[in-house]
């Protein structure tokens, strides 16, 4: 994918499989929401979520972003920073405001956030060390020849 139909791709309402290693050094898979901005990924998580505790000790992450509609795919291998611990009205709020929005809907969203505003929430972002975009067809390296 070109770097617009990755962008087109990223805006689209799309669950995130964020990968983390837990306490014992095993992978943890959730479904999260995501925010794609700055050349990174924001990920906003409940203060009690154990995704959010193990990813502020450990920062190595990787994310899958796909499509159930279409053959596309975005990979991502990065390191996770804590941008926000735990806090109520802090900097994750506009972010997670622009996230409901695109997966519920303007008013359903608008009501999620108020609705929840008091409840503390992490605000990570993801540095990618390594994005790999994919749509459709066999990628030459998995080719035993040429069709």
């Known amino acids: 994918m070109t770097q ?14 964020l990968g983390c290693l837990d306490g014992e050094g095993y992978p943890y898979v959730v479904p999260v929401w995501y925010h794609y901005a700055d050349y990174g990924f ?12 193990y990813l ?12 159930d509609s ?15 611990k735990p806090n109520v009205g802090g900097r994750w709020v506009a972010i997670a405001e622009q996230m409901a929005h695109r997966y519920m809907g303007e008013e359903q969203g608008r009501e999620y956030v108020q609705r929840t505003l008091d ?4 605000l990570f972002f993801v540095h990618p060390t390594r994005l790999t975009a994919w749509q459709g ?3 030459r390296r998995y080719k035993h020849y040429d069709w």
């Not at 617009?4 to 499989?17: A, G, K, M, N, V």
Request: contains cysteine; aromatic residues 8%; glycine residues 6%.
């Open 42 to 53: 924001y990920i906003v998580g409940r203060e009690r979520s154990d995704w959010a505790h």
């Open 119 to 122: 409840e503390p929430r992490w």
């Open 56 to 67: 502020s000790q450990d920062g190595r992450t990787s994310l899958c972003i796909d499509s």
């Open 137 to 139: 067809g066999w990628a």
């Open 70 to 84: 279409t053959p596309q795919r975005v990979l991502v291998r990065g390191k996770a920073d804590t941008v926000e």
């Open 4 to 17: 617009e139909e990755i962008q087109t791709f990223l805006s689209r309402p799309l669950i995130c499989r």
